[in-house]
């Protein structure tokens, strides 16, 4: 904010009070009223895009972090704003209300002193304040803003009047002492039984907490009628400058007595049209009948126009919001954004920028409380099956786009994040505790398996089994059965591998034994025969093929003769 960024201020109960700085003023209308040059520069879209868009910061190391800190990280997805061209609107309307409302309430001006003059004789005296003829209701400019609860209303509004120091101190104008706070605006809350003493005592409280005024026990008081306070109200309004009283959840006038609406918002119009100071309304649908029947007749102030707001349409509006949004991921693998998760993301959410916001939240969430670690339809349906239970049937009718339907619905119950998180960081909590017995099961059983196989090994080794053998042996039985059978069947399965073993040892020798012997039979019925024939033994050795000439086999280049062939028929 041009000139108030580099100005001293002084921390007061809670809230920065500035120090006025005042600048020239490019619109003649706003010369020389101290309330209007002191607040910061009408500003340009592309300044209000730059200052109310909000993209909370990211790292990608984020993503390897423990659960529990990703958790934490994934809050900050609550400080991401995308303006759009209705927030670009709010910002101008404000900006005039504020000016307006303060044009013909110049503190400079002879007429502004008398008539806060003559205000305040009048409550020290008892009477009502004097309906005086002033040119501020020709300039002060009321609106209302009107939609389903969690389209971004409230945040909208908040955005905007961050541009706005809450409240600036004056000392000296155009070399004149002036000691004057100045508050740009105030925001309250329509108490929930829609009483017009409980908005008044609400007032005087949050005066109280700007100033360290003491206007609720002064004002407050059971002995003070309704009317009173409204007076009192009025007065204080324009003793310290309310550039724009806000009263949000509006809707709850549905619950004041008889005539108890009626009476609040006629006291709206009052100071609008009388003292000058707007009053911008914010409520959901349910408030629209209260505006439409009992206010449409009283309420002149409405010169802004009044704002409603619906779901965001699936245009290009949402895919830049989708886009925006979607690089916020805190799950290990990055999900690309695809035409069918945002088509998905807008059916299940119906463009409530609060539900699509929370879901993505809680999709993450889920996606890392299962061990996933990836956003998936998948997982956004199921969260949206488990979390949305409440508002799916206002979902459905804004989905059918049908005005009756949706009308039965007047407000969605907003999601409460915290108990989510709660629910998955239970899970995630008990999972791991069961991961952590599961290694401490595994642990114990390995320990006992080990102190098994020690005793098995140790009783065959003093039983004369070959070391080697045993503990091969002890070890395709473990692999095999494991070691809870116990002691006694692991023993007994380990001897009688080792035993069939020893078995099989034998029959090999068995067999080689025997190999050798009918060998040497063979030979000793060659030479027989040899002796038979009257030849020598090589010579029918020669014969039989069963040796060979040693120059023969040279030549022939074959490296060694076959002294016995591998088939030989008897």
Request: glycine fraction near 6%.
């Given at each position: 904010?041009?000139?108030?960024?580099?100005?001293?201020?002084q921390?007061?109960?809670?809230?920065?009070?500035v120090?006025?700085i005042?600048?020239?003023?490019?619109?003649?209308?706003?010369?020389?009223?101290?309330?209007?040059?002191?607040?910061?520069?009408?500003?340009?879209?592309?300044?209000?895009?730059?200052?109310?868009?909000v993209?909370?910061?990211?790292?990608?190391k984020?993503?390897k972090?423990?659960?529990?800190y990703?958790?934490?990280?994934?809050q900050?997805?609550f400080?991401?704003?995308?303006?759009?061209?209705?927030?670009?609107?709010?910002?101008?309307?404000?900006?005039?209300?504020?000016?307006?409302g303060?044009l013909?309430?110049?503190?400079m001006?002879?007429?502004?002193?008398?008539?806060?003059?003559?205000?305040?004789?009048?409550?020290?005296?008892?009477?009502?304040?004097?309906?005086?003829?002033?040119?501020?209701?020709?300039?002060?400019?009321?609106?209302?803003?009107?939609?389903?609860?969690?389209?971004?209303?409230?945040?909208?509004?908040?955005?905007?009047?961050?541009f706005?120091?809450?409240?600036?101190?004056?000392?000296?104008?155009?070399?004149?002492?002036?000691?004057?706070?100045?508050?740009?605006?105030?925001?309250?809350?329509?108490?929930?039984?829609?009483?017009?003493?409980?908005?008044?005592?609400?007032?005087f409280?949050?005066?109280?907490?700007?100033?360290?005024?003491?206007?609720?026990?002064?004002?407050?008081?059971?002995?003070n009628?309704?009317?009173?306070m409204?007076?009192?109200?009025?007065?204080?309004?324009?003793?310290h400058?309310?550039?724009?009283l806000?009263?949000?959840e509006?809707?709850?006038?549905s619950?004041?007595?008889?005539?108890?609406?009626?009476?609040?918002?006629?006291?709206f119009?009052?100071?609008?049209?009388?003292?000058?100071?707007?009053?911008?309304?914010?409520?959901?649908?349910?408030?629209?009948?209260?505006?439409?029947?009992?206010?449409r007749?009283?309420?002149?102030?409405?010169?802004?126009?009044?704002?409603?707001?619906?779901?965001?349409?699936?245009?290009?509006?949402?895919?830049?919001f989708?886009?925006?949004m979607?690089?916020?991921?805190?799950?290990?693998?990055?999900?690309?954004?695809?035409?069918?998760l945002s088509?998905?993301?807008?059916?299940?959410?119906?463009?409530v920028?609060?539900?699509?916001?929370?879901?993505?939240?809680?999709s993450?969430?889920?996606?890392?409380?299962?061990?996933?670690?990836?956003?998936?339809?998948?997982?956004?349906k199921?969260?949206?099956?488990?979390?949305?239970?409440?508002?799916?049937?206002?979902l459905?009718?804004?989905?059918?786009?049908?005005?009756?339907?949706?009308?039965?619905?007047?407000?969605?119950?907003?999601?409460?994040?915290?108990?989510?998180?709660?629910?998955?960081?239970?899970?995630?909590?008990?999972?791991?505790?069961?991961?952590?017995q599961?290694?401490?099961?595994?642990?114990?059983?390995?320990?006992?398996?080990?102190?098994?196989?020690?005793?098995v090994?140790?009783?065959?080794?003093?039983?004369?089994?070959?070391?080697?053998?045993?503990?091969?042996a002890?070890?395709?039985?473990?692999?095999?059965?494991?070691?809870?059978l116990?002691?006694?069947?692991?023993?007994?399965?380990?001897?009688k591998?080792?035993?069939?073993?020893?078995?099989?040892?034998?029959?090999?020798?068995?067999?080689?034994?025997?190999?050798?012997?009918?060998?040497?039979?063979y030979?000793?019925?060659?030479?027989?025969?040899?002796?038979?024939?009257?030849?020598?033994?090589?010579?029918?050795?020669?014969?039989?093929?069963?040796?060979?000439?040693?120059?023969?086999?040279?030549?022939?280049?074959?490296?060694?003769?076959?002294l016995?062939?591998?088939?030989v028929?008897?």
């Amino acid at each position: 904010m041009q000139g108030l960024a580099a100005n001293e201020s002084q921390i007061l109960y809670g809230e920065d009070i500035v120090d006025a700085i005042y600048s020239d003023q490019i619109v003649q209308d706003y010369e020389s009223n101290p309330l209007i040059e002191a607040l910061p520069p009408i500003f340009t879209e592309d300044e209000v895009i730059e200052q109310i868009l909000v993209f909370p910061p990211f790292n990608e190391k984020e993503r390897k972090l423990n659960p529990s800190y990703r958790f934490h990280c994934i809050q900050r997805l609550f400080q991401y704003f995308q303006p759009f061209e209705k927030h670009l609107d709010l910002e101008q309307r404000i900006s005039r209300a504020i000016r307006q409302g303060y044009l013909h309430r110049n503190p400079m001006k002879k007429e502004e002193v008398m008539r806060v003059h003559e205000s305040y004789k009048a409550i020290k005296e008892g009477k009502f304040i004097k309906n005086y003829q002033t040119e501020a209701k020709r300039t002060a400019a009321g609106f209302t803003i009107i939609g389903l609860s969690g389209i971004g209303k409230t945040t909208a509004i908040e955005r905007v009047l961050s541009f706005y120091p809450q409240i600036i101190r004056h000392q000296e104008y155009q070399r004149r002492p002036f000691q004057f706070t100045q508050i740009c605006w105030m925001k309250l809350d329509c108490p929930f039984d829609g009483s017009l003493k409980g908005l008044c005592m609400s007032f005087f409280s949050e005066l109280d907490r700007l100033l360290g005024s003491n206007y609720l026990n002064k004002f407050g008081s059971q002995k003070n009628t309704t009317d009173l306070m409204m007076q009192r109200m009025a007065h204080l309004a324009s003793r310290h400058g309310i550039g724009l009283l806000i009263i949000d959840e509006i809707q709850h006038l549905s619950l004041s007595k008889s005539g108890g609406s009626d009476k609040m918002l006629n006291f709206f119009v009052t100071l609008v049209n009388t003292i000058g100071i707007p009053v911008l309304m914010v409520g959901t649908n349910k408030a629209i009948s209260i505006l439409q029947s009992e206010f449409r007749q009283a309420r002149r102030g409405s010169g802004q126009g009044d704002m409603v707001w619906s779901q965001m349409p699936k245009d290009e509006s949402w895919d830049l919001f989708v886009e925006g949004m979607w690089e916020y991921q805190w799950t290990l693998n990055f999900t690309e954004l695809t035409n069918e998760l945002s088509d998905f993301l807008y059916e299940e959410s119906q463009g409530v920028l609060d539900i699509s916001i929370k879901l993505f939240m809680l999709s993450q969430i889920r996606a890392i409380a299962s061990g996933e670690e990836k956003i998936t339809k998948q997982i956004i349906k199921k969260v949206a099956s488990d979390s949305l239970r409440l508002v799916k049937p206002m979902l459905e009718a804004l989905k059918s786009g049908i005005p009756s339907e949706i009308a039965k619905y007047e407000d969605i119950r907003p999601i409460d994040i915290d108990e989510e998180v709660e629910k998955y960081k239970a899970s995630i909590d008990m999972q791991k505790k069961i991961r952590i017995q599961k290694k401490l099961q595994r642990q114990k059983c390995h320990k006992k398996e080990q102190s098994l196989l020690e005793e098995v090994t140790l009783q065959l080794l003093a039983m004369d089994f070959d070391p080697k053998e045993v503990q091969s042996a002890v070890r395709k039985v473990f692999n095999k059965i494991g070691g809870n059978l116990g002691k006694p069947t692991v023993l007994k399965e380990v001897i009688k591998l080792l035993i069939n073993k020893d078995e099989k040892k034998e029959e090999r020798k068995d067999k080689k034994k025997k190999a050798i012997l009918s060998s040497e039979n063979y030979l000793v019925l060659l030479l027989q025969e040899a002796r038979k024939k009257k030849q020598s033994v090589h010579e029918y050795f020669l014969d039989k093929d069963i040796i060979k000439q040693p120059l023969n086999e040279f030549w022939e280049g074959k490296e060694n003769a076959t002294l016995v062939p591998h088939s030989v028929s008897r």
